[in-house]
């Protein structure tokens, strides 16, 4: 009886610690855990942040951290604290009574467009393309120049192109365009993509704008991608594009 009393009594004690510890940390935190020390370092804490966090400065997230790991673990000299908020979070130590960060990670590794990318990098893209159905068919080259955009997520460029129809000599067609297209990069080295584009193409007896819907994949490398494209048009024209697309500048 003694015994169930005692449990009773250390169960209630903790329960009441941790509630008022948790009442004493900072608003932008939601829950906290305590892990024992180690060998290598003093107590690690894990601090569950809310929405109010992600705001923040580096200098004011500091400060908030000392405060929840002084109103949770006080008279502690070395110490691990991880923060994490929707399977992102930061790594920060503790020392000399001062939060410093020293790591961040996150859980989302599918993205449409992987962050481990560069964002806002400029791009230049040279391919050469087949084009079929219309009154026509046709072979020749593009090059693009333009920027990815929110984070990888899309890329915007301007485009020239010189096509020639087969078996029509001195038939070449030079069109300016403006390619849009959403990127969903699933790993490292792959992903696809999907666009819109329209192409002006002016000739001495006749000009035409042209609306166009891609797709196509892309084979990431050092430096650039490997591009293969399919384009879709009005009357049934479809083109299959093959190039390189090379970073022009690597943050």
Known sequence: MKKIILSFFITFV?????SMALENIPSEFESFRIYPHTNQVGVGVYLKAGKKYT???????????????????????KNIIAVELNGEGEVWILENS??????????????????????????????GQIMSG????????????GTTLLKNKYDAALSLSRNAFADIEDSGITSIGLTCRRLFQYTEHAGLNIGV????????SASETTPLIS?????????????????????GRSSLMLGYTIFINRQ
């Open 98 to 127: 001062k939060a410093l960060k020293i790591d961040f990670w996150s859980d989302k590794t599918m993205y449409l467009s992987k962050p481990t990318r560069k964002t806002g990098r400029w791009f230049g893209y040279l391919g």
């Open 134 to 145: 219309g009154d026509f068919p046709a072979r020749g080259w593009t090059a693009r120049i």
């Open 14 to 18: 903790l329960h009441a610690s941790d």
């Open 55 to 77: 705001g923040l400065s580096t200098q004011a997230k500091a400060q908030i951290i000392e405060k929840a790991y002084n109103a949770v673990v006080p008279d502690k000299s």
């Open 197 to 204: 584009q329209a192409d002006y193409a002016r000739s001495e």
């Open 215 to 235: 797709g196509g994949i892309n084979i990431y490398l050092p430096g650039g991608s490997f591009d293969v494209t399919m384009t879709f048009g009005e009357q």
